[in-house]
T-cell receptor, first 110, second 114 residues
Framework: NAGVTQTPKFRILKIGQSMTLQCTQD?????MYWYRQDPGMGLKLIYY???????DKGEVPNGYNVSRSTTEDFPLRLELAAPSQTSVYFC?????????FGPGTRLTVT | KNQVEQSPQSLIILEGKNCTLQ??????????LRWYKQDTGRGPVSLTI?????NTKSNGRYTATLDADTKQSSLHITASQLSDSASYIC?????????????FGTGTRLTIIP
């Protein structure tokens, strides 16, 4: 049982480039989430999903897109990377109360 | 405005000593409160979940308290160990018609020195 896995661990992007952050969970959780964590700030919710085929915006969705075609996978897409998107990104999943977090992806946009 | 404030921002204590971390919140309507431990370079891991009716909950050397009237919570760590060095994040959940919203504090960075 690997829990929540994220790839890549680190990535450096140039301004305007695109990329997809991958997130997979093997706990059969319906709920999945994407957060970003900026230095000295609390985690902010980007997008979440309550099940396959259903996604919704969180607090800070601008500049990101998501899809949820399967229960296991919840990729986060950055279309035109900007320096403001430099952050650590965490994926999480939950069943009822408790959220389980992945190890994070550290993204730098220069 | 829904906010979670934690204090202190950082704390350094000697191994074996106790410490208490504070969390004040203005989140409404309140559903439950969680404390997470985040090791450097890792995702947060849940320590405790406290509902409105719970005043105290323990998880090994960690004891969380909740005063829903004053909207305050604390996390007490007993007999600290080097492995307790981490950020501790207070998260308050508000629930509106089954839709949960999490508000994260900025965390307290705890360093245990030998």
């Amino acid at each position: 049982n690997a829990g929540v896995t994220q790839t890549p661990k680190f990535r450096i992007l140039k301004i305007g480039q695109s990329m997809t952050l991958q997130c997979t969970q093997d706990m059969n959780h319906n709920y999945m989430y994407w957060y970003r964590q900026d230095p000295g700030m609390g985690l902010k919710l980007i997008y979440y999903s309550v099940g396959a085929g259903i996604t919704d915006k969180g607090e800070v969705p601008n500049g990101y897109n998501v899809s949820r075609s399967t229960t296991e996978d919840f990729p986060l897409r950055l279309e035109l990377a900007a320096p403001s998107q430099t952050s650590v990104y965490f994926c999480a999943s939950s069943w009822v109360d408790e959220q389980y977090f992945g190890p994070g992806t550290r993204l730098t946009v220069t | 405005k829904n906010q979670v404030e934690q204090s202190p921002q950082s704390l350094i204590i000697l191994e074996g000593k106790n410490c208490t971390l504070q969390c004040n919140y203005t989140v409404s309507p309140f559903s439950n409160l969680r404390w997470y431990k985040q090791d450097t370079g890792r995702g947060p891991v849940s320590l405790t979940i406290m509902t409105f009716s719970e005043n105290t909950k323990s998880n090994g050397r960690y004891t969380a308290t909740l005063d829903a009237d004053t909207k305050q919570s604390s996390l007490h760590i007993t007999a600290s160990q080097l492995s307790d060095s981490a950020s501790y994040i207070c998260v308050v959940i508000r629930s509106n018609f089954g839709n949960e919203k999490l508000t994260f504090g900025t965390g307290t960075r705890l360093t245990i020195i030998p």
